[in-house]
C-alpha cells in the first residue's frame, strides 16, 4: 500500500484554493486541480474522495473559526452584568485573533462566503450574516433600552450588512496582506467608535 504523502496533500491544497477561489465550487475542476498540484487524477482521489470532501477539508479551519467566534459572543450576551466598556475591551481583543486568523485564511475565507454556489456550504454566507445581525439586535437592545423594536432592528439590519460587505469588499480586493489588515483595523475602529460615541450620546440624553 503506497504511503499518502503530507507534501502530496499540501499541493493539492493549495491547487483546489486558487481553483476554488478563482472558479467556485460548481465550476471548479478536479482535473485542472491535479494538474496543478502535478499529480493525477486517480491520485487526488487517493487522499481526497470527492471535490465535496476536498472543498470541506479546505474551508473547515474557516467554519472552526467563525463557530468559535459565535459561541464567544453568544455567552458574553448571557453575562448581563457586563458593563459596556468591559465588553467593547474584551471584543477588542477577539477582533485582535480574527485579524490574525484572517491574515492566515484570507483565501478561505473568501471562498466560503462567495465561492461555495452548489455546495453543501453555499448558505454559510447568509447563515453567518443573519447571526451577525441577530447579535447586532441583541447588543443594540441591551444598550438602546428606550427605544422600540423596529428601530433597533432596522438599526441592527444596517449595521451587520453594511460591517459584513465592508470587511468583505476588503479582503477580496487586495493580496497585500499587511494592506488588508491594517484596512480591516482602521474600519472596524472606525465603526466601533461611531458605536461608541452613539451609546455615550443615549446614555447622556437619558440622564436629563
Given amino acids: 500500500m503506497q504511503i499518502l504523502k503530507d507534501s502530496v496533500r499540501t499541493a493539492i491544497l493549495s491547487a483546489a484554493k486558487k481553483e476554488f477561489r478563482q472558479k467556485g ?6 482535473r ?8 493525477t487524477v486517480g491520485n487526488l482521489y487517493r487522499y481526497f474522495k470527492n471535490k465535496e470532501h476536498l472543498f470541506e477539508t479546505l474551508v473547515a479551519p474557516v467554519l472552526e473559526a467563525l463557530n468559535k467566534q459565535i ?6 450576551h448571557q453575562v448581563l452584568e457586563i458593563e459596556f466598556e468591559e465588553f467593547q475591551k474584551l ?3 477577539k477582533m485582535e485573533e480574527m485579524f490574525w486568523f484572517i491574515r492566515n ?3 478561505e475565507l473568501v471562498i466560503i462566503m462567495e465561492c461555495s454556489e452548489g455546495s453543501v456550504f453555499e ?3 447568509e447563515i453567518f450574516t443573519g447571526w451577525l445581525k441577530q447579535h447586532s439586535y441583541a447588543e443594540l437592545k441591551r444598550w438602546y433600552r428606550d427605544k422600540d423594536d423596529e428601530w ?3 438599526y441592527a439590519l444596517a449595521i451587520s450588512k453594511s460591517y459584513f460587505e465592508g470587511l468583505m469588499e476588503i479582503i477580496k480586493n487586495s493580496d497585500n496582506l499587511d494592506t488588508v489588515i491594517d484596512v480591516l483595523k482602521s474600519f472596524s475602529e472606525a465603526f466601533q467608535i461611531g458605536f461608541e460615541k452613539n451609546i455615550l450620546e443615549q446614555r447622556a440624553q437619558a440622564k436629563h
Avoid at 25 to 30: D, H, I, M
Wanted: proline share 0%; hydrophobic share 40%; net charge positive.
Fill in 91 to 93: 471584543h477588542n481583543q
Fill in 152 to 154: 433597533i432592528q432596522l
Fill in 105 to 107: 485564511h484570507k483565501d
Fill in 71 to 76: 459561541a464567544w459572543h453568544e455567552e458574553m
Fill in 25 to 30: 465550487f460548481r465550476s471548479a475542476s478536479l
Fill in 32 to 39: 485542472k486541480i491535479a494538474k496543478d498540484a502535478d499529480i
Fill in 123 to 125: 448558505t454559510r454566507k
